[in-house]
């Protein structure tokens, strides 16, 4: 069984640019959601996405935007960086709504 | 964003002590978990709790959800040196609407030969 994969690995980007992050759910699991860690901190919430909806959203503002696709996997997209977007991005994914959230390894964004 | 309070923020021991730490919160929760992350990974899932005052075991790891469900420890015995990483804890309100979950800023946890 397949776990959360997320791409890239890492990628560096200027101030005020676009950036799409990918994740790919664990099999089988229809839930995920993004989250963003700062360096020293723990994660924070930006949204869930369930069937191909967002179902809820942290305090992040509406640059910070998303997709689902049928197949369950997701996209993060962030428009017009900003330095302190650097940060570590995760995505988790679960087997059901509601269910426990398993994470993937994150892209470390780096915006100079 | 909103974060639990953890502590301690570091811990030096030795291998083969005993490590606790724990997590309060303003909020009420739902569920509380317990997550470790190491250098480059994402969070791993250690622990889940489900009710009020429930006490649960995984190996050498021991966690509790709180009577108040405003509060959660997580208990390490006998350690050894690949429990060294970050130890997360997070709660959660389930039910209708956001289903994320809020972290703790972790605990260091360093493991001196």
């Known amino acids: 069984e397949t776990g959360v994969t997320q791409s890239p690995t890492h990628l560096i980007k200027t101030r005020g640019q676009q950036v799409t992050l990918r994740c790919s759910s664990q099999s089988g699991h229809n839930t995920v959601s993004w989250y963003q860690q700062a360096l020293g901190q723990g994660p924070q919430f930006i949204f869930q996405y369930y069937r191909e909806e967002e179902n809820g959203r942290g305090n992040f503002p509406p640059r910070f935007s998303g997709l689902q696709f049928p197949n369950y996997s997701s996209e993060l997209n962030v428009n017009a960086l900003e330095l302190d977007d650097s940060a570590l991005y995760l995505c988790?994914?679960?087997?059901?709504?509601?269910?426990?959230?398993?994470f993937g390894p994150g892209t470390r964004l780096t915006v100079t | 964003g909103q974060q639990l309070n953890q502590s301690p923020q570091s811990m030096f021991i030795q291998e083969g002590e005993d490590v606790s730490m724990n997590c309060t919160s303003s909020?009420?929760?739902?569920?509380w978990l317990w997550y470790k992350q190491d250098p480059g990974e994402g969070p791993v899932l250690l622990i889940a709790?489900?009710?009020?005052?429930e006490l649960t075991s995984n190996g050498r790891l021991t966690a509790q959800f709180g009577i108040t469900r405003k509060d959660s420890f997580l208990n390490i015995s006998a350690s050894i040196p690949s429990d060294v990483g970050i130890y997360f804890c997070a709660g959660r309100v389930s039910g209708g609407g956001a289903d994320g979950l809020t972290f703790g800023k972790g605990t260091h946890l360093i493991i001196q030969p």
């Open positions: 909020s009420i929760f739902n569920t």
């Open positions: 988790a994914s679960s087997l059901i709504q509601g269910g426990e959230q398993y």
């Open positions: 709790l489900y009710k009020a005052g």
